[in-house]
């Protein structure tokens, strides 16, 4: 095998972060997916364990894994829509165009679902 | 450093006595005009005769002289060095293909994958008397993709390339691209075989890396899926 030049330099463009950013947040989707399947199980286990359980969770800073959970989820989604758009023959000229737009339009709605929740994360029950 | 000179920074290797590679400085006095494959020469010329690079046309035409100048793939002899707007610049082999010596680099699995596509056209009728015709209705289908220069520049940039060396490559799916889209061109069922594989063009993540590289300003993710509509169409019977 003879040797090559190794430089990773050229993944710096918007369409090569898109890339690795789906990759990485399509792995942080399934580890979250196969930790959810675990946590919902112990529901098998009868209703107390269960609740007790759900209520350790009801603190400030898995509130806050939560919102950077959806925040990856809006990441995937909208990018996967892009992904799919191109295979429709819409956007690929304008690829860089078409990402900045959805992100927007996922960090509005990341925005709305972070004010939605504050309430909970300053201690205060929702009406 | 007076204006009128910049730092060539030349990536080194030779096989026969170098373990590693190491990186060759140089003043180089700047031209108005000057290319990178300018400033290759002059190192050439003036300092340093066993410097190995390739190039030919030194018009943007043959596509042998690609390297990877200042974090991105481009042809050195249209690179001119006051539009890296850098005070230095920085030259290595295409990223990911063996290297031979210093700036040059095996590139035959690249034109293997071109030609496993048939880049030329395939015909099974007996031909015309005199011409094939063409209206240009059907000549403009191939405008933006007749241009490739066979540089490896995009085929270099790709990180599917990377991590799977069976992947065919950009340009190669450019090219079946080029003569499916040929109103000419009868060898839809051969090309198909190479190109709807796994390694063919399904394998492609577009992540537009070879866009940003090319010389030519092709659009090679537009054609990849361009061609996937097509192959897809065709395997559902619609065509
Ligand atoms: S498609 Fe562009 S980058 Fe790729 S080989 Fe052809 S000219 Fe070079
Ligand atoms: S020398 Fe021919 S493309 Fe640069």
Redesign the interface.
Known sequence: ????????????????VA?AMHRASGVVIALYGITHVLVMSYALGGDVGFNRLMETFQQPWVLVLEMLLVAVVLFHMLNGVR?LL????VG??H?KALFIGLMTVGAVVLVLTVLDTLPWLQGRELV | MPESQFTLKVFRFDPDMDTTHRYDSFTVPLREGMTVLEALFYVLEEKDPSLAFRYACRGAVCGSCAMHINGSNRLACQTQIVNLKATEAQVSPLPYLPLIKDLVVEMASFYQKMDEVQPYLITHKTPPEKEYLQSPRERKKLDSVTDCIWCAACYSACPVVWGDPEYLGPAALVKAHRFSVDSRDQGGMERLKATDSEEGLWRCHTVFNCVEVCPKEINQTEAIEGLRRRTLKRRLGWK
Not at chain 1, 5 to 13: F, L, N, Q
Not at chain 1, 86 to 89: R, S, T, V
Request: charged share 20%.
């Open positions: 095998m003879m040797p090559a030049y190794r430089s990773r330099k050229v993944m710096g463009g918007m369409g090569a890339f992904i191109f295979d429709i023959g690929v000229r690829q």
